[in-house]
């Protein structure tokens, strides 16, 4: 089984940028599509962002798009999602998940990391 870690989380001003890390453990990662989703406080856990094994294909919610960047490293074992011009509604915990199937639904992902904290501040 894989184990996720993420990393990179942190406070930062509208408009700025973050870059998170989602290194694997256990297992390669090679085989797998990843995806990033977020919770905000009070709020149900919602997609954000998907890669297939290769990174020759990705999805993205609609509230991200333009924004966000996600990629790949198989050989360093890691995911990443670059954040740019950042929204206070992007305020949230980021969690990176595996799944074998390219998708946005939270049910078709597992091995599921602990989460890092993004904060937007106004």
């Not at 996720?4 to 453990?25: H, I, K, P």
């Not at 149900?44 to 790949?72: L, N």
């Not at 595996?98 to 990391?113: A, D, I, L, N």
């Amino acid at each position: 089984q894989v184990q996720l870690v993420e990393s990179g989380g942190g406070v930062v001003q509208v408009g700025g940028s973050l870059r998170l890390s989602c290194a694997a453990s256990g297992r390669t990662l090679r085989s797998y599509a990843m995806g990033w989703f977020r919770q905000a406080p009070g709020k149900e856990r919602e997609f954000v962002t998907v890669i297939t094994w290769s990174g020759g294909s990705t999805g993205y919610a609609d509230s991200v798009k333009g924004r966000f960047t996600i990629s790949r490293d198989n050989a360093k074992n890691t995911v990443y999602l670059q954040m740019n011009d950042l929204k206070p509604e992007d305020t949230a915990v980021y969690y990176c998940a595996t799944t074998s199937r390219f998708s946005s639904s939270p049910e078709e992902f597992y091995s599921w990391g602990q989460g890092t904290q993004v904060t937007v501040s106004s």
